[in-house]
């Protein structure tokens, strides 16, 4: 019986590499090709270290695209998949609502490793949530943190009802309502709709509170609140 022999061991060395490149094109052209990459318009901003106020201008642009559904959908490709699996520089923090109809990704339009989203009821804080955002403030160097509320908030309601009543609530929900509760009491006798009041005033007692923990000295705080209907986000003065 012939003994089994290597096709390349009775090659010289530049044909061994020859045969073998070949042998791996055609393993490749045997696989699927991935989904190619989708052209996308111009970034508005450089990658890249960014300033505060480059970053909001970043998030400005970006709200505007999707309110009018113009969206660009960036960095969603493979070559971005790749840069960011090494290493990670989203260029704002946003603290937002857990509502299904806010995820800040979406509403900002970026994409993969853009933005640093930390998401709870009503933007309630506790130390996980306080802890996450000093992560991205002092580890990751975010120079924008967007406490961001929204129109029709469920968490909003459910305080503003455990003011009007008194009424307990059970469970873990109390904690959220705890933290929200404050802004309900203080928005009570404003004119207009008591749980828009309520998110405008939740919004900015959170921004205060990150305002003035030294923990988060290095970033600008800034509020916000993004409208279901529109799509749109206004930014508070800050």
């Known amino acids: 019986m012939t003994p089994l022999t290597n096709p390349l061991s009775s090659t010289t060395p530049g044909r061994r590499a020859v045969l073998a490149l070949s042998a791996a094109a055609a393993v490749t052209a045997s696989i699927p090709a991935a989904r190619a990459a989708t052209p996308q318009a111009p970034r508005s901003r450089p990658d890249g270290p960014l300033t505060a106020a480059r970053a909001l201008a970043e998030l400005r642009a970006g709200n505007a695209r999707f309110a009018a559904l113009r969206q660009i959908h960036p960095h969603e490709d493979a070559a971005r998949r790749a840069a960011v699996a090494v290493s990670q520089h989203p260029f704002a923090l946003v603290l937002g609502c857990v509502d299904s109809r806010v995820p800040p990704e979406l509403?900002?339009?970026q994409g993969l490793g853009d933005l640093l989203?930390?998401?709870s009821a009503g933007q309630a804080l506790d130390e996980a949530v306080l802890g996450s955002i000093q992560?991205?403030?002092e580890e990751l160097g975010v120079p924008l943190v967007l406490v961001l509320g929204h129109e029709r908030?469920?968490?909003?309601?459910a305080?503003?009802?455990?003011?009007r009543t008194g009424k307990p609530v059970e469970g873990h929900l109390a904690r959220?309502?705890?933290?929200?509760?404050?802004?309900?009491?203080?928005?009570?006798?404003?004119p207009g709709d008591w749980v828009e009041n309520t998110v405008r005033a939740n919004v900015a007692r959170i921004r205060?509170?990150?305002?003035?923990?030294?923990?988060?000295?290095?970033a600008r705080i800034v509020g916000a609140r993004f409208d279901l209907d529109t799509g749109k986000v206004a930014f508070h003065p800050s």
């Open 153 to 157: 908030c469920g968490a909003a309601t």
């Open 107 to 109: 509403v900002f339009d």
């Open 176 to 190: 959220i309502i705890e933290e929200i509760a404050p802004a309900a009491r203080a928005a009570r006798d404003l």
């Open 159 to 163: 305080a503003v009802e455990y003011v």
């Open 117 to 119: 989203a930390i998401r």
């Open 208 to 218: 205060r509170r990150l305002a003035q923990d030294e923990a988060f000295d290095k």
């Open 135 to 137: 992560f991205g403030v």
